[in-house]
């Protein structure tokens, strides 16, 4: 896991951190990383494996970045999202070694359910998955969040 940390200054100014090493900093003079700067010290980092994918322009005016990562994390890939299923969880929980540390909780439909009996498996799934992809660990899950999941799946 990694720990992005900005450390803002009185006045204006901020570094970034990843787990502590230095990315880069803005001051009050402007001067901007680009995407390329930042990503070659990413790539310098620990731990973090660097690639390459090159993809076409989509033919489509809207597309979006989620699209273009789905043709090249394809599904069983490591950094793919698992289907919100037990099944799913374990497979992505496989991918590590078993004395890995980790901590989590999990929810299951009954739970989305307390909170709107009358959800069917499809509207529980789709709440499942809006829960999954808008996740906000600043947040967490919490009935609040399901209850927002829901609406979202159901509106």
Known sequence: MYTLTTIFLDDGEFALFINGHY?????????????????????????????????????????????????VFPAGDQHATHPVTVAGMMARLRSYPADTLCVGTFWLAEDFRALAPSLTDEEVEAAMEIAQDRHDCNNGYNWDYLQYCIEMATS
């Open 23 to 71: 990315l880069g900093s803005e001051d009050l003079s402007g001067e901007n990383y680009c995407l390329a700067e930042i990503a070659e010290k990413l790539s310098r980092l620990p731990g973090v494996v660097s690639e390459t994918a090159c993809q076409p322009v989509p033919e489509n005016d809207d597309w979006r970045w989620d699209d273009i990562a789905a043709d």
